[in-house]
């Protein structure tokens, strides 16, 4: 069965730093794209920032621009998420997402991805 793993997730002060991981199941897995989204408490699930496979090309959402990077592996089963700056609003469970090749819907979209990870939580205390 596919799988991703989110791990690096934990608390911290407003102002510091973590980096999330997410790790797939085998190898070459990314065939499109790799991306975070984030669901707070009593929130719907929002687009946070989508590497694409092809070219490295990152996006993100306004939010996080200038505070959060992006990355991938040298292979293609490892996604990153480097969160500097971090603020009591970043609070909430990170989740990786999988995208195996074009949908319909854009790549800022829940829709686009084909597998999830169970999620990580990270919390920003003031």
């Known amino acids: 069965q596919v799988q991703l793993v989110e791990s690096g997730g934990g608390a911290v002060q407003t102002g510091g730093s973590l980096k999330l991981s997410c790790e797939a199941s085998g190898r070459d897995f990314f065939s499109y794209a790799g991306a975070w989204f984030r669901q707070g408490v009593g929130k719907d699930r929002e687009f946070v920032a989508a590497?694409?496979?092809?070219?490295?090309?990152?996006s993100y959402a306004d939010s996080v621009k200038g505070r959060f990077t992006v990355s991938r592996g040298d292979v293609k089963n490892t996604v990153y998420l480097q969160m500097d700056n971090l603020e009591p609003e970043d609070t909430a469970v990170y989740y990786c997402?999988?995208?195996?090749?074009?949908?319909?819907?854009?790549?800022?979209?829940?829709?686009?991805?084909?597998?999830w990870g169970q999620g990580t939580q990270v919390t920003v205390s003031s």
């Open positions: 997402a999988a995208a195996r090749g074009l949908r319909l819907a854009t790549i800022d979209s829940p829709r686009f991805y084909d597998y």
């Open positions: 590497i694409k496979w092809t070219d490295g090309e990152a």
